[in-house]
């Protein structure tokens, strides 16, 4: 059974970079070429915001209005899934999870497709 | 467009249906799916390609398309569907990943 655990610092200052991990069990690897991999959050009171999608060939896709502050790669020795955000506010504060696309939907690339399992989350306050 | 709208509370009661909606992005040529989620757990799939259901979750749960509106419906309401509801789509140009702003649903 796939399964996906977030984790990270819990508590950050503003301007400070957030580093977030995803530790994915129950794949033999997350490089696997039907794999693809997306954070989302969801801020206090708000709704669930996409932050970005890494695919098994290492592309990655961002939220146009986070682009030039979020990365997303992948240590695949260690089948994690990793999120860096800069430059943080007070707005970033949330619950941050990761999740997969559904196989078929990355095989098909028919469009941005669905996900399917999802972490915990981790929750992240942006605070001095 | 770039955003999904869809009505931000639902009531009903136990045993009713309920019918959450959804519009904008590029729907219906971009594929619809519905996650419901509860506080403090992580979101569940329920519906996805417009109409998919996920093997485990109940037939009470469907979707459906009509024009530029997509619909999530639940059969025979029980208490433990009180949760908010998210479609989620893609924008036109097929990358980029949306969501809409949620429903709460209500059991009354």
């Known amino acids: 059974q796939l399964q996906l655990q977030e984790s990270g610092p819990g508590l950050v200052k503003p301007s400070e970079t957030l580093s977030l991990s995803c530790s994915v069990s129950?794949?033999?690897?997350?490089?696997?070429?039907?794999?693809?991999w997306g954070w989302i959050r969801q801020p206090p009171g708000k709704g669930l915001e996409w932050i970005g999608t890494?695919?098994?060939?290492?592309?990655?896709y961002y939220n146009p209005s986070l682009k030039s502050r979020v990365t997303i790669s992948t240590d695949t020795s260690n089948n994690q899934i990793s999120l860096t955000v800069n430059s943080l506010t007070a707005a970033d504060t949330a619950v941050y999870y990761c999740?997969?696309?559904?196989?078929?939907?990355?095989?098909?690339?028919?469009?941005?497709?669905?996900?399917?399992?999802w972490g915990q989350g981790t929750p992240v306050t942006v605070s001095s | 467009s770039s955003e999904l709208t869809q009505p931000p509370s639902v009531s009903v009661s136990p045993g009713q249906t309920a019918r959450i909606t959804c519009s904008g992005g590029a729907l219906p040529q971009q594929f619809a799916n519905w996650y419901r989620h509860k506080p403090g757990q992580a979101p569940v799939l329920l519906i996805y390609k417009h109409t998919e259901r996920p093997s485990g979750v109940p037939e009470r749960f469907s979707g459906s398309t009509s024009g530029p509106t997509v619909t999530l419906t639940i059969s025979g309401v029980q208490a433990e569907d009180e949760a908010d509801y998210y479609c989620q789509s893609g924008d036109s140009s097929g990358i980029h990943v949306i969501f809409g702003g949620g429903t709460k649903l209500t059991v009354l």
């Open positions: 890494i695919y098994y060939s290492g592309s990655t």
């Open positions: 999740a997969r696309v559904r196989e078929d939907d990355v095989v098909q690339v028919a469009d941005t497709g669905a996900f399917d399992y």
């Open positions: 129950g794949v033999a690897s997350i490089s696997r070429s039907t794999y693809a």
